[in-house]
T-cell receptor
Framework: EAGVTQFPSHSVIEKGQTVTLRCDPISGHDNLYWYRRVMGKEIKFLLHFVKESKQDESGMPNNRFLAERTGGTYSTLKVQPAELEDSGVYFC?????????????FGQGTRLTVV | AQSVTQLGSHVSVSEGALVLLRCNYSSSVPPYLFWYVQYPNQGLQLLLKYTSAATLVKGINGFEAEFKKSETSFHLTKPSAHMSDAAEYFCAVIPKSGNTPLVFGKGTRLSVIA
């Protein structure tokens, strides 16, 4: 069974440009999460989808970040326009059931560098 | 707000030596506790979790962690380090009070010296 996959694995963009990250969760997992790790800091929650609906987006840093989940399958996270402080590793995770206290399976992350 | 402290951003041990990675949480009510590991170029993988059953939790790859309420700790140990254990380890919590996301510590990078 395929795990959580993220594309691209690395992205280097200039300040002011737009970048779109993609996450394909494990098939059948209704719950999808985005997290971000800025260098040297904690992994922090960004948002949580249940199917195509945003359940919790309390961690989204500002309105330059837009997350979507088309048809409850894959998800995209768009950063527009990108700023230097957006650099970091973006992780996606998915889980089968709705409660947070179940095992979430993580992707390998997308390393975003804004220069 | 719930927080997790991992003491030591980098720990180095010799092959065959004891591994001890420290994690403390800040909560008067014991939360759910997790240890994740990230091997190079891979995603986070769950090592083990504490959900209020036995206080000594056994995980994969010979790792275990002991929940100590009096010390608000959930330290990760392995009796004998192997070269393949070199990775970054993250302690995380979820409060039992409700549906909230995982709260992670800053991570500890483990190096194993031959």
């Amino acid at each position: 069974e395929a795990g959580v996959t993220q594309f691209p694995s690395h992205s280097v963009i200039e300040k002011g440009q737009t970048v779109t990250l993609r996450c394909d969760p494990i098939s059948g997992h209704d719950n999808l999460y985005w997290y971000r790790r800025v260098m040297g800091k904690e992994i922090k929650f960004l948002l949580h989808f249940v199917k195509e609906s945003k359940q919790d987006e309390s961690g989204m840093p500002n309105n330059r970040f837009l997350a979507e989940r088309t048809g409850g399958t894959y998800s995209t996270l768009k950063v527009q326009p990108a700023e230097l402080e957006d650099s970091g590793v973006y992780f996606c995770a998915s889980s089968q059931v709705a409660a947070y206290n179940t095992e979430a399976f993580f992707g390998q992350g997308t390393r975003l560098t804004v220069v | 707000a719930q927080s997790v402290t991992q003491l030591g951003s980098h720990v180095s041990v010799s092959e065959g030596a004891l591994v001890l990675l420290r994690c403390n949480y800040s909560s008067s009510v014991p939360p759910y506790l997790f240890w994740y590991v990230q091997y190079p170029n891979q995603g986070l993988q769950l090592l083990l979790k504490y959900t209020s059953a036995a206080t000594l939790v056994k995980g994969i790859n010979g790792f275990e962690a002991e929940f100590k309420k009096s010390e608000t700790s959930f330290h990760l140990t392995k009796p004998s380090a192997h070269m393949s254990d070199a990775a970054e380890y993250f302690c995380a919590v979820i409060p039992k009070s409700g549906n909230t996301p995982l709260v992670f510590g800053k991570g500890t990078r483990l190096s194993v010296i031959a």
